[in-house]
C-alpha cells in the first residue's frame, strides 16, 4: 500500500480482498460462516475476507478512511445481528523485517547464544 493511499489504491484492495477470498474458498478452506459474513459486508457496501487459518474462526472487513461512521455501525449492527463479535482496529505497521546480527547490540547477542 501506499504511505499516502488514494481512493484508487482502496478500490484495488477491495478487489484483491474480493479475490482472494474467492481463492481461499476454492482452497477449502472456507466456512458458511465466513460465507455469511462477507455477504453482510457486501450487502453495506464492505469488502470481506477470512483471516487466520480459516475454517469459520476469523475474518477481516477493509473500513476505508472516507467511510462514514454510521455506515461502519450498521455494518457491525447486522453483523452482531447474525451472531459475530466485531472489533476495531487499525493497520499500518511495517510488515516482516530481516535484521542482521551485527545490527544487534551486545547484550542481545549474549541473550542469544544460548538458542
Not at 473500513?63 to 476495531?88: H, N, S
Request: charged share 15%; aromatic share 2%; net charge negative.
Amino acid at each position: 500500500m501506499a504511505s499516502t493511499p488514494t481512493p484508487g489504491h482502496y478500490l484495488v484492495l477491495e478487489e484483491l480482498i474480493d479475490m482472494n477470498q474467492h481463492h481461499l474458498n476454492a482452497l477449502g478452506v472456507g466456512h458458511a460462516s465466513l460465507d455469511q459474513l462477507c455477504q453482510v459486508t457486501t450487502a453495506h457496501g464492505l469488502h470481506s475476507k477470512l483471516t487466520g487459518g480459516g475454517g469459520g474462526g476469523c475474518g477481516i472487513t477493509l473500513l476505508r478512511p472516507d467511510l462514514q461512521r454510521p455506515k461502519v455501525e450498521a455494518a457491525k449492527q447486522a453483523l452482531t445481528g447474525c451472531g459475530f463479535d466485531c472489533w476495531e482496529t487499525s493497520i499500518g505497521a511495517p510488515g516482516v523485517s530481516v535484521h542482521a546480527a551485527t545490527s544487534l547490540d551486545a547484550p542481545i547477542l549474549q541473550a542469544l547464544d544460548g538458542v
